[in-house]
């Protein structure tokens, strides 16, 4: 079992790991409208999922303000940022921030996202940090599953294979 650290400690993942080279999985996730979206709802964009545990913690809004400001300079692009949290925890904090160029994305529903690509911290209901970064034709270019959910992904080696894409 593959495993990350949350808190210090060794906690194990869920799912199937997802890997560069292979067509991504569809999942449904809600938004904050809590209405159902589907990876495939952007097929033809570049999409960078950008996952986390939980909106409330500095690391997380850190991740997201990020990925918020790298949105505007890239074209063809979405930012899906998903966790576990309640739609209307993220919304609220997407509207005190005004980050308004991700698209954050709940998996609290049914953990699809979490499951079908490993990101499933199973035990707490929660999902690692990590960034995916799929090209326009669906195909998984870059996997990253942050070792310790207490640091940051590597934005810099993500955004590099968004940019070659584009």
């Known amino acids: 079992m593959r495993t990350v650290l949350f808190g210090g400690k060794p906690v194990g993942l869920s799912g199937t790991e997802i890997r560069t080279g292979v067509m991504a999985p569809d999942f449904t996730v809600v938004n904050g409208a809590l209405k159902n979206v589907k990876l495939s709802d952007y097929d033809g964009k570049i999409r960078v999922i950008a996952v986390y545990p939980s909106i409330d913690t500095g690391v997380c809004q ?42 954050t994305l709940s998996d609290h529903r ?55 894409l584009i």
């Open 62 to 103: 850190a991740q997201n303000r990020r990925f918020n400001a790298e949105a505007s300079g890239l074209t063809n692009t979405v930012i899906l940022s998903v966790s576990c949290d309640l739609p209307f925890a993220q919304k609220r904090f997407c509207a005190a921030e005004g980050l308004n160029n991700v698209i």
């Open 110 to 164: 049914s953990v699809e996202f979490g499951t079908r690509y490993g990101f499933l911290i199973e035990e707490l209901r929660l999902l690692a940090r990590g960034t995916v970064v799929i090209d326009a034709k669906g195909v998984v270019q870059y996997v990253e599953y942050v070792p310790d959910v207490s640091m940051e992904p590597d934005y810099e080696a993500a955004l590099k294979v968004v940019r070659s």
